[in-house]
């Protein structure tokens, strides 16, 4: 493939994935130390007892909104994916009929090959460039598309730190 390097979709997908199951498994966590902590609430008596509690209940709330954002996150990450896959594919095919057409795509810009192409007739050369125009809008949009998603992403991903730092900072508080 003559672009330039777009990504690995099916790294993307297995950390998404990853990242969901780790959510799975803390979310089974938060509502486990939940349960237990209403189950211990009515034996506990003092100030060191409500400190202790506050402490837990703050890692139960903490636990659980860190599992959402790491579902959101591989979610994210899983389209992404999906997204990235479906524009190489598009890529490839539209590298495929510029070939055909005796065009080139090279980082982004549809080109003419190497060498003596085409016949020395303007109504050809003409609908040549018309053609390599129409390939090089659909180029550019697929690209434009692909970056707007990556932008979602960034986005996504973002936000999902800014909360892991918030809840590391409560969780230390």
């Given at each position: 493939?003559?672009?330039?390097?777009?990504?690995?979709?099916?790294?993307?997908?297995?950390?998404?994935?990853?990242?969901?199951?780790?959510?799975?498994?803390?979310?089974?966590?938060?509502?486990?130390?939940?349960?237990?902590l209403e189950e211990a609430d009515p034996g506990w008596r003092g100030p060191r007892a409500?400190?202790?509690?506050?402490?837990?209940?703050?890692?139960?709330?903490?636990?659980?909104?860190?599992?959402?954002?790491?579902?959101?996150?591989?979610?994210?990450?899983?389209?992404?994916?999906?997204?990235?896959a479906d524009a190489i594919g598009h890529l490839r095919q539209l590298e495929d009929v510029?070939?055909?057409?005796?065009?080139?795509?090279?980082?982004?810009?549809?080109?003419?090959?190497?060498?003596?192409?085409?016949?020395?007739?303007?109504?050809?050369?003409?609908?040549?460039?018309?053609?390599?125009?129409?390939?090089?809008?659909?180029?550019?949009?697929?690209?434009?598309?692909?970056?707007?998603?990556?932008?979602?992403?960034?986005?996504?991903?973002?936000?999902?730190?800014?909360?892991?730092?918030?809840?590391?900072?409560?969780?230390?508080?």
């Open positions: 493939m003559t672009t330039p390097l777009l990504g690995d979709p099916s790294s993307l997908s297995a950390l998404g994935a990853s990242l969901r199951r780790t959510a799975v498994l803390l979310t089974a966590q938060g509502q486990e130390l939940t349960t237990r409500l400190a202790l509690r506050r402490r837990t209940s703050t890692a139960a709330d903490q636990t659980l909104a860190i599992a959402a954002a790491l579902d959101e996150t591989g979610r994210s990450l899983q389209t992404a994916a999906s997204d990235l510029a070939a055909a057409l005796g065009l080139e795509v090279r980082e982004g810009a549809v080109t003419k090959g190497w060498g003596i192409t085409g016949v020395a007739d303007p109504g050809a050369v003409d609908e040549e460039d018309r053609q390599r125009q129409r390939l090089q809008e659909r180029v550019h949009q697929t690209v434009t598309t692909l970056g707007r998603r990556r932008a979602r992403l960034a986005d996504d991903l973002g936000r999902a730190s800014t909360l892991l730092r918030e809840a590391s900072a409560e969780l230390r508080a």
